[in-house]
């Protein structure tokens, strides 16, 4: 086939150059920001809200944790962690300290910056279908209002994930850093440093980091785009397998000896 000649792409002329600078890459310090979802937790199975109440993992959860665990003892993918970080609420800090044995027994740090978005007093410990039946969903949703009087709005979650994910990648610049969180906390990334609007016009995919997943993110100096921010990989749940999965997706998902990555 014909190069077509407005076609920008790099020719065979222009190979050792972009090897040399692809080089020069690898040679930058990065920095490695790895969002890691909570296992699942009682509030999950329960079906109720997991606010700051949350009353920790399920036996599902743990094990699903276990199983990230042994995989990054064996892996060594996340050798030289030098921070690691967790939300305040229970399931994510337990989730945390099944994790610190393969991230070299580093103390945990909480920060409440990493919650998932903060529910009232009055709805936290709540069943869903309750919560349903006194705040209905709105005909037309808004990012700036909060579905429930007193909770957090999804754009109040938003600035405030947002702001903390920037101050940690410029504390711990060329650093591995892990961050025990939630999936809306991971979903936030996503908006924040894809650039990508919570409404998107409506078109925008669905995202659905599952229990136990990697989300990773990437900063270094790129050559070959404006950006210094790269996504890895996203809901990395290779672990999972058989009845380790999310109940939700058991049905969809055809049993395998072979373990699944999404992303």
Known sequence: MTRP??????????????SELTDNVGRVAETRIVLVRHGESLAQERQVVGGHGCAGLSALGVRQVEALRDRLMQSGELAGVT??????????VQTAGILAPALGDLAVEQDCNFCEGHPSAESDGMAWEEFDQRWPAPAEWSPDVAREPGGESY??????????????????????VVVV???????????????????????????????????EWRM???PMW????ELVRFNDHGHLRGDLLPRSRRA?????DVPRTDG
């Open 220 to 222: 270094a100096e790129n």
């Open 226 to 229: 404006r950006s210094e921010i």
């Open 155 to 176: 754009a109040q979650m938003r600035a405030r994930v947002s702001a903390r994910l920037d101050k940690l990648a410029e504390r711990h610049d060329g650093e591995t």
């Open 83 to 92: 921070a690691l970080y967790s939300s305040v609420m229970a399931r994510a």
């Open 181 to 215: 969180c939630h999936g809306g906390v991971v979903v936030h990334s996503m908006l924040r440093w894809l650039d990508i609007e919570p409404l998107g016009g409506r078109t925008r995919a669905w995202l659905d980091p599952v229990n136990s997943s990697l989300t």
């Open 252 to 256: 969809t998902v055809a049993e395998s």
């Open 5 to 18: 000649r407005n076609s920008r792409g790099p020719t065979r002329r222009d190979c050792p150059r972009v």
